[in-house]
T-cell receptor, first 113, second 115 residues
Framework: AQTVTQSQPEMSVQEAETVTLSCTYD???????LFWYKQPPSRQMILVIR??????QNATENRFSVNFQKAAKSFSLKISDSQLGDAAMYFC??????????FGPGTRLSVLP | DGGITQSPKYLFRKEGQNVTLSCEQN?????MYWYRQDPGQGLRLIYY???????QKGDIAEGYSVSREKKESFPLTVTSAQKNPTAFYLC??????????????FGQGTRLTVV
C-alpha cells in the first residue's frame, strides 16, 4: 500500500523567513501526482502546489516551491517570505494515476511575528 | 462559480440516530470522496465513487453508508453502528483520470457532534 510520511508534526518560522516542510512517500509506481494542501483554521482544504512525477522540473507557485527527488521519493515544500496567513496545517498527498488520494498526517506551521 | 457544497456546516446527533451529510458538486467531476478528520490528524478515506451508481469502501467504512444516484451528489449517512462518529467530515471531488486538473477539490466540511 502507498504511504505518505510527514516527519515534522509541528514547525514554526519567523515572518519573512523561509521554511521547508518534509514529505516522503512509498510507491513502486512511476506515474503519479504529488500535492501539497493547506488547511487554515477555517478548515477549508486549499491546494498549494502540485507536481507530476514525469516532470523533472520542480513546480513553483509564487512564494511556494517544491524540491521533488523522485529516486529518494521525497517531496518537500519550501515557503519563502513567510506571512502570517501561511499559518495552517499542511498536508502532503500522493495520487496514483486514476486512483485515490493518499494523505500524510500533516504538519502544523506557526508563523511568528 | 463551480464548487463543492457541504451541508450543514454543524450537525448535532443523539446517540443511536442515523444522520445524513450532504455533498453536492457542480464541477462535472466523475469521482467523489468522503474523508473523516479527527483533531490534529490527517484525512482518512471513508468511501469513494468513481462513477454514478458505483462506490467502494475506503479505509474506515464501518458504520457509514453512501449512495451515488446522481453525478452531482454523494451523500454520506452516519449510522448508529458508528461507535465514535464525532469528527469533521470532508467531501471532495476530482476527475478520475487524466493529465490536467488532477487535484481534489474540497467542500468546506461538516462538523458532526454526538450529544
Amino acid at each position: 500500500a502507498q504511504t505518505v510520511t510527514q516527519s515534522q508534526p509541528e514547525m514554526s518560522v519567523q515572518e519573512a523567513e523561509t521554511v521547508t516542510l518534509s514529505c516522503t512517500y512509498d510507491t513502486s509506481e512511476s506515474d503519479y501526482y504529488l500535492f501539497w494542501y493547506k488547511q487554515p483554521p477555517s478548515r477549508q482544504m486549499i491546494l498549494v502546489i502540485r507536481q507530476e512525477a514525469y516532470k523533472q522540473q520542480n513546480a513553483t507557485e509564487n512564494r511556494f516551491s517544491v524540491n521533488f527527488q523522485k529516486a529518494a521519493k521525497s517531496f518537500s515544500l519550501k515557503i519563502s517570505d513567510s506571512q502570517l496567513g501561511d499559518a495552517a496545517m499542511y498536508f502532503c498527498a500522493y495520487r496514483l494515476y486514476g486512483q485515490n488520494f493518499v494523505f500524510g498526517p500533516g504538519t502544523r506551521l506557526s508563523v511568528l511575528p | 462559480d463551480g464548487g463543492i457544497t457541504q451541508s450543514p456546516k454543524y450537525l448535532f446527533r443523539k446517540e443511536g440516530q442515523n444522520v445524513t451529510l450532504s455533498c453536492e458538486q457542480n464541477l462535472n467531476h466523475d469521482a467523489m470522496y468522503w474523508y473523516r478528520q479527527d483533531p490534529g490528524q490527517g484525512l482518512r478515506l471513508i468511501y469513494y465513487s468513481q462513477i454514478v451508481n458505483d462506490f467502494q469502501k475506503g479505509d474506515i467504512a464501518e458504520g457509514y453508508s453512501v449512495s451515488r444516484e446522481k453525478k452531482e451528489s454523494f451523500p454520506l449517512t452516519v449510522t448508529s453502528a458508528q461507535k465514535n462518529p464525532t469528527a469533521f467530515y470532508l467531501c471532495a471531488s476530482s476527475i478520475p483520470q487524466g493529465i490536467m486538473n488532477t487535484e481534489a477539490f474540497f467542500g468546506q466540511g461538516t462538523r458532526l457532534t454526538v450529544v
